[in-house]
């Protein structure tokens, strides 16, 4: 599923805009702690095109800036916790939540995890190497994607997909500069974000049509749930 699972059918409904939305107002909230001028905020910045590109309304986006940069009178209060499991037919997990309430995630954690199994910390984590994703889209035709890589410094690069889109994998410390170097080399960044991808992830071959829908099925719902940040599976493709 790439570094990190998204679903199948990228469904633009309002139910599923609305968590995309919700769940990029929590980065923005959290980038913009370290200030609100995007210009001297590397994070906030990329947050903010990243935002702009599923067409965030510019309302939402502002009150977010504004609330977490403390300009509101609001307290902005997440906490991070990383779950870690199986989805049905031992497919590993790692669940990123951000949470103002972390005994009410854990719960429900626990019930989503019903129809796989919950770990402990660091019974699957082992798995997934920690890295700087970068998703990029060539600016222009010849972008290539090899060089790309080399000269900005990254440490590899995922072949693009079928909406154009290459994961650029860098060193955690490395994200920032990788994402600035990449335009110069004909490409223009999506997003960048720390996160995680599988070593020895399961090949969809290996399991049948309907096992495949039992994981897709599992890995949505933990998507849909308004603590999850970001989910990664260790399944190809």
């Known amino acids: 599923m790439g570094a990190q699972w998204k679903a199948k059918h990228k469904d633009l409904a309002a139910n599923a805009r609305g968590r995309l939305f919700g769940k990029l107002a929590k980065d923005i909230m959290i980038a913009a702690r370290h200030g609100a001028d995007p210009a001297a905020n590397a994070k906030l910045r990329l947050v903010i095109e990243q935002a702009r590109k599923v067409s965030m309304p510019k309302e939402t986006l502002d009150r977010a800036i504004k609330k977490g940069a403390g300009l509101t009178g609001e307290t902005v209060h997440f906490e991070h916790a990383l779950y870690e499991g199986y989805a049905p037919h031992r497919v590993p997990v790692l669940v990123e939540v951000l949470t103002d309430n972390l005994n009410r995630a854990a719960s429900e954690m626990r019930v989503l995890f019903r129809k796989g199994q919950l770990g402990t910390s660091g019974s699957v984590s082992w798995d997934f190497a920690h890295l700087g994703l970068v998703e990029a889209e060539p600016a222009a035709a010849g972008a290539d994607a090899e060089l790309a890589a080399i000269e900005a410094g990254a440490q590899d690069f995922e072949a693009a997909d079928e909406a154009g889109v290459t ?71």
């Not at 994200?175 to 992830?201: E, F, H, I, M, W």
């Open 167 to 237: 994961v650029f994998l860098t060193d955690p410390s490395d994200l920032d500069l990788v994402s600035r170097a990449l335009p110069a080399q004909g490409y223009t960044v999506l997003s960048a974000q720390l996160g995680y991808k599988p070593k020895n992830p399961v090949k969809p071959e290996s399991l049948s049509a309907e096992q495949l829908d039992e994981v897709e099925t599992f890995l949505a719902a933990l998507d849909a749930n308004e603590d999850v940040q970001h989910v990664y599976a260790g399944l190809q493709g």
